[in-house]
């Protein structure tokens, strides 16, 4: 497992000695099954280059495809989930509903692919999918990645709407992943509007149950918050973030909406994103400009999928330029 979670052959050998100096026979025998059952596992179908990172369009054994996605700084976001059963409106992965869980293999498989590439340093459990819908096969992933994978515990990213048993389940765990809960408004009706089927907790009490456990671990939390124009980027908005997380232990991520042609929502003017960072900021909430990987080769999540499958609803695509970080 070790040496397959690096993305080496498993008849690897070491720096002095060959695989045949200290296998048994009987291994080295059944090495080329083995290899062929977990290269079935998954493939990469195409690969898509951008300015952010590569987004890789991986085809499972079924011929079910899911997205990870090469991020800058030997990062990697990985799926959990063959679509997504929340169904937040404007993501293109809840448009077509869960098809099935992704195994605890299939996930390790993207991180195996991923570093036959490049090296792989952080996983990000935010591709298509809720890992808390899919909590076990996930938990065994981390696990692994923690233990054989040779990731650095706070390296691992679990990204969630939030449910309760995700909170419950995280600090039994051997290796306790970094958390990222996805917020997008600080109105419970709202949110419940946006992500229509996520477990219905408010986001105050999202906070806290987030808080006590970055507190417990001794990482700081991320919280996500999609850019959606005229819907939660104004100023009563921000007043309430700030309310709810000044002087907590961690990091607000504003991500502006990857916009499609035709959809009901819409990235905010670069300015008023800017704007949003610099007021943030001025009033004690760490923010950053994080954008959906893959914008600017119409990657965003769950579009390459859509588009492979020929869906009958895909939209056509709107290419926008990403927003600059560091000008924000």
């Known amino acids: ?37 977990l290269d079935g596992l ?29 991020l800058p ?3 990697l976001c990985v799926s959990t989930q063959i679509g997504c ?7 293109m992965t809840g448009k077509s509903g869960l098809i099935r869980q992704v195994s605890s293999m299939e996930i390790l498989a993207q991180v195996v692919l991923a570093r036959r590439l490049r090296a792989v340093k952080k ?12 909590l076990d096969n996930v938990l065994e992933a981390i696990d692994l990645l923690g233990t054989e994978g040779n990731i650095g515990h706070k390296n691992l990213v679990f990204s969630t709407v939030g449910d309760r048993r995700v909170f419950e389940a995280l600090p039994r765990q051997r290796v306790k992943p970094a958390l990222a809960l996805s917020l997008h408004t600080t109105k419970a009706e709202l949110r419940e509007h946006l992500l229509p089927r996520a477990p219905r907790i408010a986001p105050a009490e999202l906070v806290e149950l987030g808080e006590k456990y970055a507190r417990d671990i001794g990482y700081p939390i991320q919280y996500q918050w999609t850019l959606l124009k005229g819907v939660n980027d104004g100023n009563d908005e921000l007043d309430a973030v700030i309310r709810l997380l000044k002087g907590k232990y961690g990091v607000l991520n504003v991500i502006p909406f990857n916009s499609l042609e035709g959809d009901d929502y819409q990235r905010p003017d670069l300015e008023r994103i800017r704007e949003i960072v610099r007021y943030l900021h001025s009033r004690g909430v760490l923010a950053k400009v994080r954008n959906s990987a893959g914008q600017d080769v119409d990657a965003g999540c769950g579009q390459l999928r859509a588009r492979a499958v020929g869906a009958a609803q895909v939209v056509e695509l709107r290419r926008m330029r990403p927003v600059d970080a560091q000008a924000a």
């Not at 002095?16 to 026979?25: A, G, I, M, T």
């Open 123 to 134: 996983v990000v459990f935010m591709g298509m999918g809720e890992p808390a819908h899919n």
């Open 1 to 37: 497992m070790r040496v397959w979670l690096q993305g080496q052959a498993l008849d690897t050998g070491t720096r002095r000695r060959s695989s045949q100096d200290f296998l048994p026979l009987a291994l080295r025998d059944a090495v080329p099954a083995l290899t062929t059952e």
């Open 85 to 91: 059963a929340v169904g937040c409106r404007f993501c």
């Open 73 to 75: 700084r030997d990062g």
């Open 42 to 70: 998954a493939r990469i179908r195409s690969e898509h280059a951008g300015s952010d990172g590569s987004r890789l369009l991986v085809e499972l054994c079924d011929g079910q495809m899911v997205e990870s996605v090469l």
